[in-house]
C-alpha cells in the first residue's frame, strides 16, 4: 500500500490498484430549478456565471446590463470579464455585487471572501482566505466537504498511521503507534487521528484493531491546490528533521544542481514520473512491511528565464 501526492488534476492516497482520490468536481452538473445559494460554492465566478444563467431562463428581461445597473456598476463589460476569468473584482466592485445579488449576512460575508480566496496572489493570502470561508457558514459546501480532508494533508501524521494499518505486526494501540512515529506524534494525537480516518471512510474498527477501506473523497480544483502543498510542505519538514535525526544508514538525502535546457524540462519531469514507479515497485503487501518510509522528490529551476 503507497500514499502518493502529485500536482496533478488528482491527489491519491494509498495504492495504484485501489486509490484514494481528491478530484476536481465540476460544481454546476445539471439544469439549476432554483436560484443559486452562494455557500454551496468554491468559485465566485461559477456563482456569478449560474446566478445570471438561472435570473436570465426566469425573464427575458434579465440581461448582464440590467445586473450591472441593479449592482450600481458603470458598466456591464468588466463584470462579463470577471465572469469569463480575464479580470479581478476590487473590493468597491465586490461590495457593489453583495447588493446587487441582495446577499446579506454571512452570505454576504462568505461571497467576499470567496472572490478574495480565489484571487488569491499569495500562499499566505489563500489560507488567510479559506479559514475565513470555513468560519462564514457551518452549512457551507467548503466546510462540508473540505474541513475534515483538510487535515489529512495539513497535519503529516495522518496518512503516515493510514499507512502503518498495513503493518506486519501492527498494534492498534495508541501508545504503540506513538512509538513506533518514534514519539513525534503523542498517543491522544493518535486517537484523535484513528478517529478522523474513520469519520472519513478510510478505515473500519475491527475486532483486531483496523482495516483499511478505499473510498472516493471529492473536493474542487480550488481547495486542492492548497492541500496539495500542505502535504509537500509537511513532507519537506520531516525531510529537515530527518538530516538531524536519522543515522546515515537509515536515511538518503541527496541533491544536485546541474544546468539544462528549457526545452529537456518536460523530459525531466517524465524521468521521474518513471522513477517514481519503479520505486513503488518495493512496496510490501499488506501485513508483510515492517516500516513506512517517506520518499520526496523535488524539481525546480533556481534561474529565471530570459
Given at each position: 500500500m503507497v500514499s502518493k501526492v502529485n500536482e496533478s488534476s488528482y491527489i491519491s492516497l494509498p495504492d495504484l490498484d485501489k486509490t484514494f482520490y481528491f478530484i476536481g468536481m465540476t460544481e454546476k452538473t445539471r439544469k439549476l430549478d432554483s436560484e443559486p445559494d452562494v455557500l454551496q460554492y468554491t468559485n465566485y465566478r461559477l456563482f456569478l456565471r449560474d446566478y445570471y444563467d438561472y435570473k436570465k431562463s426566469t425573464s427575458t428581461a434579465f440581461s448582464l446590463r440590467y445586473f450591472a445597473g441593479k449592482a450600481g456598476l458603470s458598466s456591464h463589460a468588466h463584470l462579463k470579464l470577471a465572469i469569463d476569468g480575464k479580470r479581478n473584482l476590487t473590493k468597491g466592485t465586490v461590495t457593489k455585487l453583495i447588493v446587487g445579488l441582495g446577499l446579506e449576512g454571512h452570505r454576504a460575508t462568505y461571497f467576499e471572501n470567496l472572490v478574495f480566496f480565489?484571487?488569491?496572489k499569495t500562499e499566505k493570502e489563500k489560507q488567510t482566505y479559506y479559514a475565513l470561508l470555513l468560519k462564514a457558514s457551518p452549512r457551507s459546501r467548503l466546510r462540508r466537504?473540505?474541513?475534515s480532508q483538510f487535515r489529512i494533508f495539513k497535519e503529516w501524521y495522518h496518512s503516515m498511521?493510514?499507512?502503518m494499518i498495513s503493518l506486519k505486526h501492527f498494534n492498534p494501540a495508541p501508545e504503540w503507534i506513538s512509538r513506533r512515529l518514534m514519539g513525534n506524534v503523542s498517543p491522544s494525537q493518535v486517537a484523535e487521528s484513528l478517529k478522523l480516518l474513520q469519520e472519513l471512510g478510510l478505515i473500519v474498527k475491527t475486532a483486531q484493531g483496523y482495516r483499511r477501506l478505499d473510498p472516493l473523497l471529492t473536493t474542487d480544483d480550488e481547495v486542492?491546490?492548497?492541500m496539495v502543498k500542505y502535504y509537500h510542505y509537511a513532507g519537506f519538514k520531516l525531510?529537515?528533521?530527518?538530516?538531524?535525526?536519522l543515522p546515515p544508514e537509515l536515511r538518503d538525502i541527496s541533491?544536485?544542481?546541474f544546468p539544462v535546457k528549457r526545452s529537456d524540462f518536460p523530459a525531466l519531469k517524465k524521468h521521474i514520473q518513471l522513477m517514481r514507479k519503479e520505486l513503488l515497485d518495493f512496496s510490501a503487501d499488506a501485513g508483510e512491511a515492517d516500516d513506512i518510509i517517506q520518499v520526496n522528490i523535488q524539481l525546480f529551476p533556481v534561474t529565471k528565464g530570459v
Amino acid at each position: 500500500m503507497v500514499s502518493k501526492v502529485n500536482e496533478s488534476s488528482y491527489i491519491s492516497l494509498p495504492d495504484l490498484d485501489k486509490t484514494f482520490y481528491f478530484i476536481g468536481m465540476t460544481e454546476k452538473t445539471r439544469k439549476l430549478d432554483s436560484e443559486p445559494d452562494v455557500l454551496q460554492y468554491t468559485n465566485y465566478r461559477l456563482f456569478l456565471r449560474d446566478y445570471y444563467d438561472y435570473k436570465k431562463s426566469t425573464s427575458t428581461a434579465f440581461s448582464l446590463r440590467y445586473f450591472a445597473g441593479k449592482a450600481g456598476l458603470s458598466s456591464h463589460a468588466h463584470l462579463k470579464l470577471a465572469i469569463d476569468g480575464k479580470r479581478n473584482l476590487t473590493k468597491g466592485t465586490v461590495t457593489k455585487l453583495i447588493v446587487g445579488l441582495g446577499l446579506e449576512g454571512h452570505r454576504a460575508t462568505y461571497f467576499e471572501n470567496l472572490v478574495f480566496f480565489n484571487q488569491a496572489k499569495t500562499e499566505k493570502e489563500k489560507q488567510t482566505y479559506y479559514a475565513l470561508l470555513l468560519k462564514a457558514s457551518p452549512r457551507s459546501r467548503l466546510r462540508r466537504l473540505d474541513a475534515s480532508q483538510f487535515r489529512i494533508f495539513k497535519e503529516w501524521y495522518h496518512s503516515m498511521i493510514l499507512e502503518m494499518i498495513s503493518l506486519k505486526h501492527f498494534n492498534p494501540a495508541p501508545e504503540w503507534i506513538s512509538r513506533r512515529l518514534m514519539g513525534n506524534v503523542s498517543p491522544s494525537q493518535v486517537a484523535e487521528s484513528l478517529k478522523l480516518l474513520q469519520e472519513l471512510g478510510l478505515i473500519v474498527k475491527t475486532a483486531q484493531g483496523y482495516r483499511r477501506l478505499d473510498p472516493l473523497l471529492t473536493t474542487d480544483d480550488e481547495v486542492s491546490d492548497l492541500m496539495v502543498k500542505y502535504y509537500h510542505y509537511a513532507g519537506f519538514k520531516l525531510a529537515a528533521e530527518a538530516i538531524s535525526n536519522l543515522p546515515p544508514e537509515l536515511r538518503d538525502i541527496s541533491a544536485l544542481t546541474f544546468p539544462v535546457k528549457r526545452s529537456d524540462f518536460p523530459a525531466l519531469k517524465k524521468h521521474i514520473q518513471l522513477m517514481r514507479k519503479e520505486l513503488l515497485d518495493f512496496s510490501a503487501d499488506a501485513g508483510e512491511a515492517d516500516d513506512i518510509i517517506q520518499v520526496n522528490i523535488q524539481l525546480f529551476p533556481v534561474t529565471k528565464g530570459v
